[in-house]
């Protein structure tokens, strides 16, 4: 028998190899990232870069975003905003300058975000953050899309549960921090309130910082209300203000229709964090979700901070959009994204709303629930819908 | 608005005011007192006990009252190290302690930074108890921290008036020459002084964090009260510095409260200037010749 040219085994095995599936001609795709590693909103900023990550891992594990003849592996480029707009504007010109990028997951607070998008909107980038300001959904959002739910897309349908479930409570006292934040979005919420007939007999501000409540918590408590609602507040201070009501002897209703700070709360006040009502966004009982929890969990341990499926629900949308697009240019994956209506993930259907309240249909809409802590527990109450 | 379980809440919010300010305000007119250094690393002292204080109950998991002296001690005991680094080339020189104490608490505070982070952070209660007597509400962490405080301001108060080293305290900041002239070692009862103010410092940062929260910034408060309640009391006094804290504590408590916080600050601090206007020495210091 005729004996094979080692050479020509070589060059024959070379050619398979090339030719296999990794032979696709494969690409880097870089994914931006922006989040609070240091600073007030370091759970977010952590969550964050965890759901980003989980949902790249998911790709590569595929062997890269599939388009046509090409595979992409993307690859996260992640900068700390410090939780604040200057860090926001710094994090974005390395991403966009330096690094290259044209897609960016986070951040999640106001302040940061519109110091991305600072940087983003006049190169075009597209950007899926959080972030309550007013400013950061206008008619001219072309390219970001927030992906988390506002005080204008939940408070309405809490406060209504709240009236239908607790209608012997009238008078509410609101305390929220005394910055943009706090500033504009207790007016949604003293509105959600006052449209369901209660009385809101007191809306207090603090500044950022102080810790000792009991001075404005005694003179809110001895003008009689029922509800204490928490708000916007950052999770210590939501649980300090937890505690020291409680310590204070009141016994109403003590509701955060923003947050989520549930895990904080419990940790700050423990027994006395019992009953507590607070927005929530992700259900880890939710079957959709199983997947992601059970990934979550290979890597991670602990309670699961909600931005982390939200930021892998936001990624998982972008990857979803570029494979309809069969691209990885701005235009044609922003305009998919547009068009996702439908496409299915862990909080159900995509569904993009908010053309009348912010002038265009890029506010991610979605589900969300009402819980309460029970014995040390969270415990489901309500599956409430925008 | 003037009811018993206001009026008692003001009250007692006062006290622990007053109790944490006057931990604080003795070690910092002690230290002042005896060496001459206006320490304005004096609130990062407060800050480190605050941080021990929560890592031996998270991690250690340690019972309060066992965390917070063990934690006062080891930063007083680390104390006595930048004593010796850092204080000692400047006892009776008052700029350069001053200049050479900025520079300690930003190093301090950036190395807390770099260590535990920036963010805030909370230590879950320890006492979660509400105590009622009639309409008044007693919760059992403000008891707790009242309680500490009187015990450590009792044991102060007999440490510096019964004990040699006490007295020799009081004599070295009477006059110097006077007390090296009669034997006393002014070195050892620097070293003596600088651990008792730095543990108290610690010791009402382990009592704030159990109140409050921390983080690498919060020094700047309590640094700040202190300064205002040994004006208030008179520089170098101590009898001063507990009257000072009680009038602060008291009074903030009370505006805060009907007018709230940012009313109080400024209103605190119109306080003392007047005040120093009218008698400069402060309540109970002594008036320069």
Same mark, same amino acid.
């Given at each position: 028998m005729r004996m094979l040219h080692p050479v020509g085994v070589v060059g024959v095995l070379s050619l398979l190899l090339l030719g296999s599936g990794q032979g696709l001609a494969q690409e880097e795709l870089k994914i931006g990232a922006v989040g609070s590693?240091? =600073? =007030? =909103?370091t759970d977010w900023g952590v969550a964050t870069q965890r759901g980003v990550d989980l949902a790249v891992a998911e790709v590569k594990a595929q062997g890269g975003l599939h388009l046509g003849a090409k595979a992409y592996m993307p690859r996260v480029i992640m900068y700390d905003d410090q939780y604040t707009g200057q860090g926001g504007t710094t994090a974005a010109q390395r991403l966009v300058n330096? #690094?290259?990028?044209s897609f960016i997951i986070g951040p999640i607070g106001s302040p940061a975000v519109l110091g991305v998008l600072n940087v983003t909107r006049p190169r075009n980038v597209v950007v899926l953050s959080d972030g309550?300001?007013?400013?950061?959904?206008?008619?001219?959002?072309?390219h970001n899309f927030r992906v988390s739910l506002t005080t204008l897309e939940f408070a309405p349908a809490i406060v209504r549960w709240l009236r239908e479930h607790q209608p012997e409570v009238k008078r509410v006292a609101v305390i929220s921090p005394n910055d943009a934040v706090g500033q504009q979005v207790v007016p949604i919420l003293v509105n959600a309130y006052k449209a369901n007939n209660f009385t809101v007999a007191f809306d207090e501000k603090y500044e950022r910082g102080?810790? #000792?409540?009991t001075p404005i918590l005694t003179r809110i408590l001895a003008g009689g209300v029922d509800v204490l609602e928490l708000d916007s507040n950052a999770p210590g201070e939501a649980g300090l203000l937890l505690r020291q009501a409680r310590q204070l002897g009141f016994k109403g209703t003590i509701i955060q229709t923003g947050g989520p700070a549930v895990e904080e709360a419990m940790k700050v006040a423990g027994p006395l964090a019992e009953d507590f009502l607070s927005y929530e966004i992700f259900d880890p009982a939710d079957p959709r979700g199983a997947a992601f929890i059970k990934a979550y969990r290979e890597k991670h341990e602990g309670p699961i901070n909600a931005y982390a499926p939200i930021m892998y629900n936001a990624t998982q949308i972008l990857f979803e959009a570029m494979r309809r697009a069969g691209s990885v240019e701005v235009e044609p994956v922003r305009t998919s994204l547009e068009h996702l209506t439908g496409y299915d993930t862990i909080f159900g259907p995509v569904r993009w709303g908010g053309k009348s309240e912010y002038g265009i249909d890029h506010q991610l809409l979605t589900d969300f629930l009402l819980v309460r802590l029970k014995n040390g527990k969270v415990e489901m109450v309500s599956h409430l819908s925008p | 608005m003037f009811t018993v379980p206001v009026l008692s809440q003001i009250v007692l919010n006062g006290f622990v005011l007053a109790a944490i300010y006057t931990l604080v305000a003795l070690g910092f007119t002690l230290i002042f007192g005896i060496m001459r250094i206006i320490n304005f690393a004096h609130g990062e002292f407060a800050m480190l006990g605050g941080f021990l204080v929560f890592f031996m109950l998270?991690?250690?998991?340690?019972p309060f009252f066992v965390a917070l002296p063990l934690a006062s001690f080891a930063v007083a005991g680390g104390g006595l190290v930048l004593e010796a680094l850092v204080y000692r080339p400047f006892y009776q020189k008052e700029l350069q302690g001053m200049i050479a104490t900025i520079g300690l608490s930003t190093v301090i505070v950036y190395s807390a930074v770099l260590l535990f982070g920036s963010h805030q952070r909370s230590i879950p209660a320890s006492f979660t108890a509400i105590f009622t007597i009639g309409p008044v509400i007693l919760p059992a962490d403000r008891l707790a921290v009242l309680t500490v405080a009187a015990i450590a301001l009792a044991a102060f108060y007999v440490f510096i008036t019964f004990t040699r080293i006490g007295l020799a305290m009081r004599v070295v900041a009477q006059d110097l020459e006077i007390a090296e002239a009669q034997g006393i070692n002014a070195r050892a009862t620097y070293r003596a002084a600088f651990f008792v103010a730095t543990f108290l410092a610690a010791l009402a940062g382990g009592l704030l964090a159990q109140l409050y929260s921390l983080s690498p910034f919060m020094g700047t408060l309590p640094l700040v009260k202190s300064f205002i309640v040994v004006i208030l009391g008179g520089l170098g006094s101590i009898p001063g510095a507990a009257a000072g804290g009680l009038v602060l504590g008291m009074f903030e408590s009370f505006v805060s409260t009907f007018y709230g916080l940012s009313v109080a600050q400024f209103a605190s601090l119109g306080a003392v200037i007047v005040l120093l206007v009218l008698r400069p020495e402060g309540l109970l210091g002594r008036a320069e010749r």
């Open positions: 590693l240091s =600073g =007030g =909103g330096v #690094d290259g990028v309550f300001s007013p400013k950061i959904l206008v008619p001219e959002s072309t102080m810790n #000792d409540f | 998270q991690v250690a998991n340690m």
